[in-house]
């Protein structure tokens, strides 16, 4: 087999070789527990509080507002439960084509007696600010919408929910994992009182996350403890993959604009010409839509099995349909779209990231068209 | 995820395609459900002399279909009445549980082209075959709400 070509970025990253470099003195020598006071911690201490404020500066907030988490999935979860169990408000507001982080949590949360409205999308998988503005409520804790889908790439106005939410004076919870390090997030200019954020997406190491806290929110804790993070967080700290996210995101955050760029004319390059496929449709928007990631459905096949036969030519993407994911459900993100089960488990999906190439655009697009041709050849679905 | 075996008959599915002197064809599965099975077979003098699948699903959908293709060409229709998804599991070297209802349809599609064969004659064949196929294809979805 030729080289692999890893075309599936939106679900983990490869860790960036200097954000490895920077993690290996806290996986070996350094390893002192940043909490207590001999000198020996001063290098995890020290380390820890230089990628607060790297982290900070990325985002547009002061160190002391980033809490480091296990993960977007912990962030998101202490977002959503830290707000509605913190004072009497209970009703929560999101959009339909969240990550399950957020919707399960949500969901675990009904039994609280917390109550959820959820606001759809339009066929692009952008959520309408004047939606959520109409179902805020009186009692309404905290409004959270992604700042991108990871399934079709669709850029939410995060910045015009955040300006909402701040007159209304509602939380504004935004789970920024796929767009962080990848598009512009500014916690003030966009009115963001918390942000999800995870490492893995952007070259960090997996395991390890971040929320921002905005100064003053009413947010209960979700993990008790010791006390670390400010007492925000418990849980002896995981130095090493905090320093390798602080990296990452460093790295990712100095090239933004020509990676993104770059990423950009690749992804639409692939839209282009993979949209000359017979009944082949792009999933999410033309515009607005996360740099790497090209989303698609192909009438006639089935994703799990296109996602199969191209791991088989060396190439690794994903699929949202039912019997790629263990409920059998096709994703909940192509449904709330408008489409049908019946398009839904067709879809592909393509996400580039910091080390893909020309060539790999190349292979995949060498490869997909006979590929989608060959299933399309032993389907009972499919006429020519 | 999948055994060799699965990735075997998935990536050279054998008897595929169509079989255009059929005198047996069913079909089982829908769209929404996201598996559908095609099954054309020639019956001569009851014996399964030929066969060929043509299958939408993901990969055990294939390699099940595959794999039945593969147990019941040359037998008699009585014997290919006997396969069970559990024979076609056991074949493949295992499914993960949540694709052992393709090997379901497998064996359903396999029933539904000779409950075809026979009503073709004018026989019913539901005394002879029992469930058709396409039983309840969806059965095995579980809606889980905690």
Same mark, same amino acid.
């Given at each position: 087999?030729?080289?692999?070509?890893?075309?599936?970025n939106a679900a983990?990253?490869r860790?960036?070789?200097?954000a490895?470099?920077?993690?290996?003195?806290?996986?070996g020598?350094?390893?002192?527990?940043?909490?207590?006071?001999?000198?020996?911690?001063?290098?995890?201490r020290r380390?820890?509080?230089?990628a607060?404020?790297? *982290?900070?500066s *990325?985002?547009g907030?002061?160190?002391?507002e980033?809490?480091?988490?296990?993960?977007?999935?912990e962030?998101d979860?202490?977002?959503?439960?830290?707000a509605?169990r913190f004072?009497s408000?209970?009703? *929560?507001i999101?959009s339909a084509?969240?990550?399950?982080a957020v919707?399960?949590?949500?969901?675990?949360?009904?039994? +609280?007696?917390?109550e959820?409205?959820?606001v759809g999308?339009?066929?692009?998988?952008i *959520?309408?600010?004047?939606?959520?503005a109409a179902?805020i409520?009186?009692d309404?804790a905290?409004?959270?919408?992604?700042?991108?889908?990871? +399934?079709?790439?669709?850029?939410?106005?995060?910045?015009?929910?955040?300006?909402?939410?701040?007159e209304?004076?509602?939380?504004?919870?935004?789970?920024a994992?796929?767009?962080?390090?990848h598009?512009?997030?500014d916690v +003030?200019?966009?009115n963001?009182d918390l942000l999800?954020?995870?490492a893995?997406k952007?070259?960090g190491?997996?395991?390890?996350?971040?929320?921002?806290?905005?100064?003053?929110?009413?947010?209960?804790t979700?993990?008790?403890?010791?006390?670390?993070?400010?007492?925000?967080?418990?849980g002896t700290?995981?130095?090493?993959?905090i320093?390798?996210?602080?990296?990452a995101?460093?790295l990712?955050?100095?090239?933004?604009?020509?990676?993104?760029a770059?990423?950009?004319t690749?992804?639409?390059?692939?839209i282009?010409?993979?949209?000359?496929?017979?009944?082949?449709?792009?999933?999410?928007?033309?515009?607005?839509?996360?740099?790497?990631l090209a989303?698609f459905t192909?009438g006639?096949i +089935?994703?799990e099995?296109?996602?199969?036969r191209?791991d088989?030519?060396?190439?690794?993407?994903?699929?949202?349909?039912?019997?790629?994911?263990?409920?059998?459900?096709?994703s909940?993100?192509?449904l709330?779209?408008?489409?049908?089960h019946?398009?839904?488990?067709?879809?592909?999906?393509?996400?580039l990231?910091?080390?893909?190439?020309?060539?790999?655009?190349?292979h995949?697009?060498g490869t997909l068209?006979?590929?989608?041709?060959l299933l399309?050849?032993m389907?009972?679905?499919w006429?020519? | 995820?999948?055994t060799?075996?699965?990735m075997?008959?998935?990536?050279?599915?054998?008897?595929?395609? !169509?079989?255009?002197d059929?005198n047996?064809?069913g079909? !089982?599965?829908? &769209?929404?459900?996201?598996?559908i099975?095609?099954?054309?077979?020639?019956?001569e003098d009851?014996?399964?002399?030929?066969?060929?699948?043509q299958?939408?699903?993901?990969g055990?959908a294939?390699?099940t279909?595959s794999?039945?293709?593969e147990?019941i060409?040359?037998k008699?229709?009585?014997d290919?009445l006997k396969?069970?998804?559990s024979a076609? !599991?056991?074949a493949?070297?295992?499914?993960?549980?949540?694709?052992i209802?393709?090997s379901? &349809?497998a064996?359903?599609?396999?029933?539904?082209?000779?409950?075809?064969?026979?009503?073709?004659?004018g026989?019913d064949?539901t005394?002879?075959?029992?469930?058709?196929g396409?039983?309840?294809a969806?059965?095995?979805?579980?809606?889980?709400?905690?």
């Amino acid at each position: 087999m030729n080289k692999y070509v890893y075309a599936d970025n939106a679900a983990t990253t490869r860790l960036a070789p200097e954000a490895l470099e920077a993690m290996l003195p806290f996986l070996g020598e350094q390893y002192g527990n940043p909490s207590s006071v001999y000198s020996f911690a001063d290098g995890p201490r020290r380390a820890m509080a230089a990628a607060r404020e790297t *982290v900070a500066s *990325v985002i547009g907030a002061k160190p002391d507002e980033v809490v480091f988490t296990s993960g977007g999935t912990e962030a998101d979860n202490h977002a959503l439960a830290g707000a509605v169990r913190f004072g009497s408000k209970k009703h *929560v507001i999101t959009s339909a084509i969240e990550h399950h982080a957020v919707l399960h949590t949500l969901k675990k949360l009904k039994k +609280e007696g917390v109550e959820v409205t959820v606001v759809g999308v339009n066929s692009d998988g952008i *959520v309408d600010p004047a939606e959520i503005a109409a179902a805020i409520r009186p009692d309404t804790a905290i409004i959270s919408v992604m700042a991108a889908n990871n +399934e079709v790439g669709s850029i939410q106005p995060i910045a015009e929910i955040g300006a909402i939410a701040r007159e209304k004076g509602v939380l504004f919870h935004t789970d920024a994992v796929q767009a962080a390090g990848h598009i512009p997030l500014d916690v +003030e200019r966009m009115n963001i009182d918390l942000l999800s954020l995870s490492a893995h997406k952007f070259n960090g190491p997996r395991g390890v996350g971040a929320l921002y806290i905005r100064r003053g929110s009413r947010v209960s804790t979700l993990i008790e403890g010791g006390g670390q993070e400010k007492n925000r967080r418990s849980g002896t700290e995981n130095v090493a993959g905090i320093v390798g996210l602080a990296k990452a995101l460093e790295l990712s955050a100095a090239d933004m604009e020509s990676e993104g760029a770059r990423l950009s004319t690749l992804r639409d390059r692939m839209i282009d010409e993979i949209l000359k496929i017979p009944d082949s449709h792009l999933t999410g928007p033309k515009e607005n839509r996360l740099p790497g990631l090209a989303s698609f459905t192909f009438g006639g096949i +089935e994703g799990e099995s296109l996602v199969l036969r191209l791991d088989l030519a060396g190439i690794a993407a994903s699929s949202g349909s039912a019997c790629s994911t263990a409920s059998l459900d096709p994703s909940h993100v192509l449904l709330a779209l408008g489409l049908t089960h019946e398009v839904a488990h067709g879809s592909l999906r393509l996400s580039l990231g910091r080390y893909s190439t020309d060539a790999d655009v190349d292979h995949i697009l060498g490869t997909l068209p006979s590929t989608v041709k060959l299933l399309r050849a032993m389907s009972p679905v499919w006429t020519e | 995820m999948y055994t060799d075996k699965v990735m075997d008959h998935f990536s050279n599915p054998r008897n595929v395609g !169509v079989l255009e002197d059929a005198n047996a064809v069913g079909q !089982v599965g829908n &769209l929404k459900c996201g598996d559908i099975m095609k099954m054309y077979l020639k019956i001569e003098d009851g014996i399964i002399a030929d066969v060929r699948f043509q299958t939408f699903g993901c990969g055990a959908a294939v390699a099940t279909s595959s794999m039945a293709t593969e147990l019941i060409k040359g037998k008699s229709i009585e014997d290919a009445l006997k396969l069970t998804n559990s024979a076609v !599991v056991e074949a493949l070297e295992g499914l993960p549980p949540q694709k052992i209802h393709c090997s379901v &349809l497998a064996e359903e599609a396999v029933k539904s082209a000779i409950a075809d064969y026979y009503r073709r004659q004018g026989i019913d064949p539901t005394p002879i075959v029992g469930c058709t196929g396409d039983c309840d294809a969806c059965h095995a979805h579980n809606h889980e709400e905690e």
